[in-house]
Structure formats: structure tokens, C-alpha cells
């Protein structure tokens, strides 16, 4: 699947998640949670892997960052965790995961990695063709 392909997925992957947060509040499965929200972080975790073409130094991070992020939501949101315990457990998360990232055995993500300018056949002068026609060159 080419990267263009998977990110037109996107859209349609978050608003079936809205749907289905939806129709389980609508339901009454767990109506204490609000499921959007807390499908969306998931989702969003989800499709930070599968954009970027699996794991890497952001992904490891950002990912997992998000999974962690909708399940402590959840038991928060259905009174198993205070707001007192779900911010350091989610901070200590992602230290843990950034700590992860710094493995060598995870690649750093390829837009991050600086390109090398390549230099095209025939354009290393940096003349204009109408240039060279009145006796001009790109020398000063």
C-alpha cells in the first residue's frame, strides 16, 4: 500500500470511529465513557504507526503515546483512575517511550533524515537557455 493511500484512509477510519462511539453511547455500552473521544485517541495512535510506514523514532513515540492516552481515559472516565494518577502515569508513559526511541535498533523516520541535493545532468551551470542564445552566460 503506497503512503499516499494509506493517509486518503484517514478520513474515513476517524469518522467510522465517531460512529461507533456513538452508537455505543447511544446503547448505553459503558455510558459513563465518551466513546468518541476515547476511540479517537486510540485511532489516532493507531494510524500514527500505520501512516508512518511502521516503527520509528516519532512513531514509537507519538503511537503507543496515544494507545496509552485513550485507556487510561477510559478508566478515568469510568472511575477506576482519578485525574491525579492518569497525568503522571501518561507523563512517565511517554519518558519511557522516549527512552525507547533512543535504541539504535529504531530508525529514525525518513522525513527526518536531510537529503543530499542532487545536482541533474546539464544544469550545473545555472544558465537560462534564452541566455546562452544572446551570448550569455551564467559566468560573471
Known sequence: ??????TRLIMPILIIVVGVGWLLSDEGICPDINWVWTLG???????T???SKGFDKASVVIGPS???????????????MS??????ILVIGIGALSLLAQLPAIPTPGW???????EEAGTSSQTNPGDQAHGKTGLL
Open 66 to 80: 496515544f494507545l496509552l492516552a485513550s485507556l487510561l481515559s477510559m478508566l478515568r472516565q469510568t472511575g477506576r
Open 83 to 88: 485525574l491525579d494518577i492518569e497525568v503522571p
Open 112 to 118: 527526518l533524515i536531510a537529503q543530499p541535493p542532487t
Open 49 to 51: 504507526v500505520v501512516v
Open 1 to 6: 500500500m503506497s503512503p499516499n493511500s494509506r
Open 41 to 47: 485517541l486510540g485511532v489516532i495512535g493507531i494510524l
